[in-house]
């Protein structure tokens, strides 16, 4: 059995928690990383995940926005957050996840949306956006005491063009905008990380991993954006052996807008 790790912007774990109980219970990945639970340390739902076979569970939250979970079946260790832009907002968990094969070192990221207007002059929202990002290049590829390195979550930036609906039409929408797709990929490129999903699935197929609640007919319109990413440093490549974007999960009951991704690793390959 591969290795796998899901990523899931949850938009309330609370409010959502029967349906991240459903597909814990249906995939079973070896670590889920949750963002966007809007929920106090205090009041995680704790023991639903431990009643689901998930013993380590480690959390950063605030009441009412923001806030990041990495959930797991293995131990982790080293666990730290970094306090971006010092706003004093729950976006960033790293931790080492130890597994019989391997340790891998996972950043689980909630990056900010930035607003509506793109323009940092005018928008606070978007200029912390850009300065987030920047503050992002200080996180590299390099595992450290680990084995390997994961950065997973809700990136809120759609850097191909197809990754999302149309191109020409949101080249102006916050998520698509020149800036922030050129950024995303710089900091990318230059702390050496490698998009997995992209391994996985080429560059000339649309990905979507979330549609917006105000569409109508989400499925059908399909007018959707691939916010959520899984990065790897370059070991992890030749170890990925599948990628799921669970669409479905989009039209379950009380959805998320995004939907979750799991990615699959064969460390028992790896010799």
């Not at 912007?9 to 991240?20: A, E, G, Q, T």
């Not at 907002?89 to 340790?103: C, E």
């Not at 900010?112 to 290049?137: C, S, V, Y």
């Not at 149309?166 to 020149?178: E, I, M």
């Amino acid at each position: 059995m591969p290795f796998t790790v899901a990523t899931w912007n949850i938009n309330s774990v609370r409010l959502r928690l029967p349906i991240v109980q459903s597909f814990l219970q249906r995939w079973q990945p070896d670590v889920l990383c949750l963002q966007e639970t809007k929920c106090p340390n205090d009041a995680f739902p704790m023991a639903a995940f431990h009643d689901l076979g998930y013993g380590h569970v480690e959390i950063h939250g605030q009441k009412g926005y923001h806030g990041v979970a990495t959930i797991s079946k293995h131990p982790l260790e080293e666990i730290e957050s970094r306090d971006f832009c010092a706003m004093g907002d729950t976006r960033h968990l790293d931790s080492i996840v130890r597994t019989p094969d391997r340790a891998v070192r996972i950043h689980n990221f909630y990056v900010p949306a930035g607003g509506d207007e793109p323009d940092p002059e005018k928008n606070p929202k978007f200029r912390h956006k850009l300065d987030f990002l920047d503050e992002m290049r200080a996180i590299s590829a390099d595992p450290g005491k680990a084995d390997s390195a994961l950065l997973v979550g809700d990136l809120n930036i759609a850097p191909l063009e197809t990754d999302v609906w149309s191109h020409k039409q949101l080249l102006r929408v916050v998520s698509h905008t020149p800036v922030e797709t050129e950024t995303l990929e710089d900091l990318r490129t230059a702390g050496g990380w490698s998009d997995l999903m992209r391994v996985a699935i080429p560059p000339e197929e649309k990905i979507f991993t979330w549609w917006s609640y105000r569409a109508r007919e989400w499925d059908i319109s399909d007018r959707g954006r691939r916010l959520d990413h899984i990065w790897g440093s370059p070991d992890l490549e030749p170890l990925l052996s599948d990628l799921t974007v669970v669409r479905e999960a989009r039209g379950w009951e009380k959805p998320s807008d995004h939907v979750p991704v799991i990615a699959g690793f064969a460390f028992n390959d790896a010799g």
